[in-house]
């Protein structure tokens, strides 16, 4: 039954590409994670991922073959993000251990001093973009969804995943275009792992109905 193949084909293609934006949303999160007390200075709460890219990556293995071009871009994306956070959490484990040095370097009192100091300039200098944060939730979810789009493209485009590539050759973009796959993907990165992923559970719904049409289709008098 043609029908069936075509419905297959099409869950395939679009459960790749759910997969794609839930993995960018999860890679965006984890690499915010790193920056989670400069943003909320600023007002901006990052949300704490709920799954490490590891777990992603085996959740979405059922619509990506393991020997397809598509599992080796998103292995290398995982790879990346594990890359880009550990440079970045060497990097302040390195500030904190110069604070920690200048700490002990001083008097006690003279230590109280600084950090008090330290403390009324930070609030005074947040104070203002706090003031104007907390006048709109909105403004709020606004300012990270920029954050997150601006992050996902560059995240895209660093780890070599251009999303419309998934949709084949006659949809795909070639050459001064091509950027538009990374633009989509960092588009829908701004969306949230969480988003995503419930629309991976749909995707795998319609999936798991197209097994069970398939079946009956199969079956003996039909």
């Known amino acids: 039954m043609p029908e069936i193949s075509g419905i ?25 994670e790193n920056f989670r007390g400069v943003l909320a200075l600023a007002g901006i709460e990052v949300l704490k991922s709920k799954m490490t890219m590891d777990a992603a990556l085996a959740e979405v293995a059922e619509f990506v073959p393991p020997e397809s071009k598509e599992a080796a871009r998103f292995a290398g994306l995982a790879q990346f993000v594990k890359t880009s956070s550990s440079r970045i959490h060497d990097t302040k484990v390195r500030c904190e251990n110069i604070i920690a040095e200048l700490a002990q370097a001083i008097s006690p009192a003279e230590k109280n001093a600084i950090i008090e100091r330290e403390k009324l300039w930070l609030t005074g200098a947040a104070a203002p973009i706090r003031a104007i944060m907390q006048k709109s939730e909105e403004k709020r979810v606004f300012a990270l969804r920029i954050i997150s789009a601006g992050l996902g493209i560059v995240v895209a485009w ?65």
């Not at 973009?173 to 629309?199: E, K, T, V």
Request: hydrophobic content about 50%.
């Open 158 to 222: 660093a780890s070599g995943l251009n999303v419309l590539d998934i949709t084949g050759e006659q949809v795909s973009p070639a050459g001064d275009y091509a950027f538009l796959g990374y633009i989509l993907g960092g588009l829908a990165a701004a969306g949230g792992s969480s988003f995503w992923h419930d629309q991976l559970d749909r995707v795998r719904s319609v999936k798991q109905i197209g097994q069970q049409l398939a079946s009956v289709a199969k079956a003996p008098g039909t």
């Open 8 to 32: 297959s084909g099409f869950v395939a293609i679009a459960g790749t590409i759910v997969a794609a934006f839930f993995l960018l949303s999860l890679a965006v999160e984890t690499i915010l």
